[in-house]
């Protein structure tokens, strides 16, 4: 009988076969790579360096952009990788490591964005509380709590998949390495890691999803008492973005990772994991900027320092 290591390399199919449909799959892939890089390379960019964007929202904010920049980099390079020289293979330790990052940093994601929710509690529910309740130290102890959690999480079924088999395919229909196609090729039984794949995921979402609720019930409750519309309407513009990402991120994660099976088509999985790894990390550094005008201040006074800075220069040389 064969064990794991048997298998050295995989082969991932990608989304595609049409060399036509490849082309405008690399493009778009691309395109939204680098936007999505510069994108929240700029976010962390602004909150690092304008005094303005201190506070504990925007600590989390540039937490969640290096989260973004770290998942969609685990797993697009090698794709547009594998699209532009054609090289499907990807060996298995590569494999496994692509795995457990991309799971890392998606998961640590979602109990980030219950932290954002906690914060925008605090910010609306308790405002005169809220520098001493959300300072630096429980800030930094929420993040810490954030990836701790996903650790511990995450090695229970990573220790149980890589111990799985596989005999005689080697070939995942996916574009990246996932839990998914990846037990659909083993020759082990995969029932109890698909059971406690489901339980995890189940747990995840429970955990972070009361969190988020709870804080935004209370939030509306608060924002209904407001006396006057503009009032509310400006609390309200205060957690759209955050309430945007949040239903992007959950509902595109909702029909990747809780599955009754592994064994289930594979299409929907793919093009949904498009929209987590590509799409969203996108669209994230767009959604929080062009509703925030403080974020936007502050591109345009860094912008414009950096536009007078190479003035500058050109007249002194």
Known sequence: MRNHTAVTTFILLGLTDDPELQVLVFVFMLIAYLLSVTGNLTIILLTLLDPRLKTAMYFFLQNFSFLEISFTSACIPKYLYSLSTGDRTITYNACMCQL????VFIITQFFLLAAMSFDRYVAICKPLHYVSIM????????VFCCWITTLLIIFPPLIILLGLRFC???II???ACDANPILKISCSDTWFIEQLFIV???LIFIMTLVCVVLSYLYIIRTILRFPSAQQRTKAFSTC???LIVISIS???CIFIYIKPSAKDEMAINKGVTVLATSISPMLNPFIYTLRNKQVMQAFNDLFTKLCFSLVLRRILK
């Open 173 to 175: 229909d996916h574009f």
């Open 100 to 103: 457990f990052f991309a799971y």
């Open 200 to 202: 995890c995921s189940v």
């Open 240 to 242: 759209s973005s955050h």
């Open 135 to 142: 300072n630096q130290k429980v800030c930094k102890r929420l």
């Open 250 to 252: 959950y509902g595109s």
């Open 168 to 170: 005689d395919s080697n």
